[in-house]
């Protein structure tokens, strides 16, 4: 059985930091050209070699992705941009375009090549075709069931790696090649830029009688024909790894550093648990419910993973209420605020391999030291009195229910 390594979403360097901290194994970023999450932060020239560094510091390995298709016009902008990212030392490039593969293997010797679920690879003879090219890992198309991915394992040769998505949202469309965004907005998803139309509730108009709006029906349920559900695979981290997989992603480059925590550290402990054996701590099993996230599915794995056609509304049960910048010995933490809150509220805190607790709201005061009692300006920061000493980085949140109505 192969532990899994988790692959995290970096969109920016606070949600590099985040994934870091909270357990990747890799992250996977993106420069400001060639990414499919354009509307990412992303990272600068002058960023992305910091990023890098960052990570390497910690242990991590850095991916960035080159995925989307180049026009004939980007194409004279590739070499020089993978060589940037040769230089910088990153670990990996996730590429879709044959042009920019060949061109990676080129520029960018000292990186290996993984080949983006943007190919669609659904069955071996792909897989190993682009492993005879050169490629050292293939993320298989998100449409594979656990059984499809075992037989391509088995007919592999045995260095070619295998990534999957094991958590995140779904894409209406095989493996994100969708036009429908491009034609209604002239945002091309396949360029990085998806409106994401299929969660818009549509209805049908007849011909002579313009204006007049008759609802598109699934079931009695709802209109929503389009709208994908979010996957989690965290219960079923063993069968991932029985079937060979290397890699499991997690689908985040631009939701927020309190995602790209939570996650990544509900599954670093997860993973560890079920590689060493153990039963799976139920609290780290929970985290992915703090997020907020559509309705889970197990994507693929299993079958057709069904729509949610009711709305397509995220479930936001849980607040960012503050972040840990600093903690001494005594508990005695300096914050930055988020959300606003009172003395005396209800809350939990968890962090960089912290178990969440409870705990009220007590004593706080401002930067001059005058006494708190609901820290209001954004990004203030504050300091207050905690329980025990908590890492850097750690998170403050309250349950409150957010979820569009």
Known sequence: MRKLELLSPAGDRERLEMAVM????AVYLAGTSFGMRSFAGNFTPE??????????????????????????????????????LD????????????????????YAPRCQRH??????IANYECAQAWFDLGAHRVVLARELSLEEIRVI??????????ETFGHGAMCVSYSGRCLLSNYMT??????????????????LMEEKRPGEYFPVFEDERGTYILNSRDMCMIDH???????????????????????????????????????????????????????SHRLYSTGFYYGEPGQYVEHS???RQWQICAKVLSCDENGFALCSLHNKFRQGDPLEIVGPNLRPFPLEAGFMADADGLPLTEPRTPQMRFTTRLPKQVPPRSIIRRAVDLSAK
């Not at 909270?22 to 194994?25: P, R, S, T, V």
């Not at 510091?57 to 902008?77: A, L």
């Not at 080949?115 to 669609?120: A, G, N, R």
């Not at 002239?186 to 209805?203: F, K, L």
């Open 22 to 25: 909270y357990g990747a194994d």
């Open 47 to 84: 960023e992305l070699p910091l990023a890098v560094r960052f990570a390497h510091e910690h242990g991590v390995k850095c991916h960035v992705t080159v995925n989307t298709m180049p026009r004939n016009q980007e194409v004279t902008q590739l070499p020089g941009y993978l060589e940037q």
């Open 87 to 106: 230089q910088a030392g990153v670990d990996a490039l996730i590429l879709a375009d044959l042009g920019a593969f060949t061109l990676a293997g080129k």
């Open 115 to 120: 080949i983006s679920t943007q190919q669609s």
């Open 153 to 162: 394992r088995q007919k592999v040769d045995p260095k070619l790696e295998i």
């Open 186 to 203: 002239g945002r091309d998803s396949n360029r990085g830029a998806c409106a994401q139309p299929c969660r818009y509730q549509y209805a």
């Open 237 to 291: 981290l063993k069968d991932l790894m029985d079937a060979g997989i290397d890699c499991i992603k997690i689908e985040g480059r631009a939701k927020s550093a309190y995602y790209a925590a939570i996650v990544t550290g509900a599954y670093r402990h997860c993973i560890d648990d079920v590689a060493a054996g153990r039963p799976v701590d139920p609290v780290w099993r929970d985290e992915v419910e703090h997020v």
């Open 313 to 315: 509304r995220y479930i």
